[in-house]
């Protein structure tokens, strides 16, 4: 195997950037990664700025993605990867020009602003038949991976009921008038991020974890949008009811406004033999809850559990890991995909559990038949597999 670290390029993540900095933190965890190139923000300057800081060569700062691409890829030692942290409406370009320069992807979630993107993305990211990764970190905390081997491990038995909170308090006023608020611009604008941009931005994590701890697929959602805060643009929290594949039921409660709530990202899943809960303020500890009483808090860290969880806990029992370190495990995961492609040109390991253009195109599959559920009073709208 191949084992020289994995040359990397960044778009997005200048400064005052939000997300990029974990993604970066999440690479320099287990040391795979070497960050060498990039087109931090739209302004040559910031860039430069940017790299300065995070000692990229100047020569490999561009002053656009598209050149970026063309360059890097002709280049020898060029990047291998490209990790793509821009606004959602920005993801379908810049993920396009990559993969058609022959550079795996990792792309922030969602996959992209709209439907026929995504559908035209995903078709690409097949047939170029590189990796491409979607940063859902949630389903790489090593306890979310424990419940997920309990799930289909049969610790609960025949699923019936899903809730899944991604009820977050980070819009509960009037953020968007605050000029500064880098963040805010551009989710609550509906011009750049639609009226469902929290769909978008917090509605798909909360369907992909669902998915992912549970199993089963979400074939249908009936939604009621509602935007709490006066003057608000956008929607800013969501009740949604969904229909899983194997007959479930469950509930998503999306929300930026839940005043006095941080991220507020939890699930509980409930089966005819036991059910499970997980919240990811306090992400070391998954309970188990039995019929006749007994509760069972699993702690990660210890040996007694999957081989997943063993393998993404760092330090060890005892010792608290958490949100960089969703990220690093993610990084790890995908070091692991790519360092194989090297070697044998196949973007896919059973093993590793990424989230791929699939997820990302099922992801915005949702987000539209969120947006059409509530637009028909709460109809219920299948969602295509
Ligand atoms: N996985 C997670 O938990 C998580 C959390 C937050 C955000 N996100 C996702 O990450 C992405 C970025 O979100 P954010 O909050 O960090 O946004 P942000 O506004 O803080 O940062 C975006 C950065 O992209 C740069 N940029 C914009 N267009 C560009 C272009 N064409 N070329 C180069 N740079 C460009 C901006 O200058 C800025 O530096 C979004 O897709 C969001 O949904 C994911």
């Known amino acids: 195997m191949t084992?020289?670290?994995?040359?990397?390029?960044?778009?997005?993540?200048?400064?005052?950037?939000?997300?990029?900095?974990?993604?970066?933190?999440?690479?320099?965890?287990?040391d795979r990664y070497e960050l060498v190139a990039g087109v931090f923000s739209r302004s040559l300057e910031k860039s430069q700025q940017a790299a300065?800081?995070?000692?990229?060569?100047?020569?490999?700062?561009?002053?656009?993605?598209?050149?970026?691409?063309?360059?890097?890829?002709?280049?020898?030692?060029?990047?291998?990867?490209?990790?793509?942290?821009?606004?959602?409406?920005?993801?379908?370009?810049?993920?396009?020009?990559?993969?058609?320069?022959?550079i795996h992807v990792i792309c922030d979630k969602p996959m992209t602003g709209d439907l026929d993107e995504a559908e035209r993305l995903h078709d690409i990211?097949?047939?170029r038949g590189l990796v491409f990764a979607l940063t859902h970190n949630y389903s790489a905390y090593a306890m979310v991976r424990e419940a997920a081997h309990l799930v289909r491990a049969g610790a609960l038995g025949e699923l019936r009921i899903a809730m899944v909170?991604?009820?977050?308090?980070?819009?509960?006023t009037s953020v968007e008038d605050d000029l500064n608020n880098k963040q805010a611009a551009w989710r609550l604008d509906p011009a750049q991020s639609g009226t469902t941009s929290l769909i978008s931005d917090l509605g798909t994590h909360a369907h992909q974890l669902l998915r992912f701890v549970s199993g089963q697929e979400v074939t249908e959602v009936s939604a009621e949008l509602n935007t709490c805060v006066p003057g608000r643009r956008v929607f800013d929290?969501?009740?949604?009811?969904?229909?899983?594949?194997?007959?479930?039921?469950?509930?998503?409660?999306?929300?930026?406004?839940a005043t006095g709530h941080e991220h507020g990202l939890r699930f509980r899943l409930f089966g005819d033999k036991a059910s499970l809960e997980w919240c990811q303020m306090d992400p070391h500890y998954l309970t188990l809850n039995y019929p006749d009483g007994r509760r069972e808090t699993r702690v990660q860290g210890h040996d007694s559990q999957s081989d997943d969880q063993a393998r993404l806990t760092r330090i060890g029992l005892g010792h608290p890991e958490g949100f960089i370190e969703s990220f690093a495990n993610l990084y790890s995961d995908i070091a692991d995909v790519i360092e194989r492609y090297r070697d044998t040109a196949q973007s896919a390991c059973q093993d590793r559990p990424l989230p791929t253009?699939?997820?990302?195109?099922?992801?915005?599959?949702?987000?539209?038949?969120?947006?059409?559920?509530?637009?028909?009073?709460?109809?219920?709208?299948?969602?295509?597999?």
């Not at 990397?8 to 993604?23: D, E, F, Q």
């Not at 009811?241 to 998503?252: D, E």
């Open 52 to 102: 300065v800081e995070l000692g990229v060569d100047p020569d490999r700062v561009y002053e656009s993605y598209e050149q970026m691409a063309l360059q890097e890829s002709a280049r020898e030692r060029g990047i291998e990867a490209v990790v793509i942290v821009t606004p959602n409406d920005s993801h379908f370009p810049v993920a396009c020009a990559f993969l058609e320069a022959g």
């Open 357 to 385: 253009s699939r997820d990302g195109l099922l992801g915005v599959r949702f987000v539209k038949a969120v947006d059409e559920s509530h637009n028909a009073q709460g109809r219920w709208v299948s969602i295509a597999l």
């Open 3 to 30: 084992t020289h670290k994995i040359r990397v390029g960044m778009v997005g993540g200048g400064p005052g950037a939000g997300i990029a900095k974990a993604h970066r933190m999440g690479m320099r965890l287990d």
């Open 125 to 127: 990211a097949e047939s």
């Open 165 to 172: 909170e991604h009820a977050s308090g980070w819009a509960w």
């Open 237 to 257: 929290d969501a009740q949604l009811q969904v229909r899983l594949a194997n007959g479930a039921r469950g509930s998503l409660w999306v929300s930026m406004a």
